[in-house]
């Protein structure tokens, strides 16, 4: 079995930022890349951002500049660092992680609020 367990979800105001976590444990090989979905309410899963193995990253239009995601290769760990944060990044926030299948974490709220 693959576990994800994320954490660093809650409730920041406009401008603010957070930081998600996402840790892999169990029985996963050769992770080729991690990566943030989010879905809004009444709105499709959207890709946010993603790493490979390698370091190459993929970031959504709507948060170039404004996120950042790193990895911990050997903690098999995936962070986002949002900054700036804007009140149409509210959603729920699911880590996903594509080894030797899809594997999906059941997702941390983030509200942007005042």
């Known amino acids: 079995q693959v576990q994800l367990v994320e954490s660093g979800g809650g409730l920041v105001q406009p401008g603010g930022s957070l930081r998600l976590s996402c840790a892999a444990s169990g029985s996963i090989f050769s992770i080729y890349a991690m990566g943030w979905y989010r879905q809004a309410p009444g709105k499709q899963r959207e890709l946010v951002a993603a790493?490979?193995?390698?370091?190459?990253?993929n970031y959504a239009d709507s948060v170039k500049g404004r996120f950042t995601i790193t990895r911990d290769n050997a903690e098999n760990t995936v962070y986002l660092q949002m900054n700036s944060l804007k009140p149409e990044d509210t959603a729920v926030y699911y880590c996903?992680?594509?080894?030797?299948?899809?594997?999906w974490g059941k997702g941390t709220l983030v509200t942007v609020s005042s």
């Open positions: 996903h992680v594509s080894a030797q299948g899809d594997y």
């Open positions: 790493i490979t193995s390698g370091g190459y990253t």
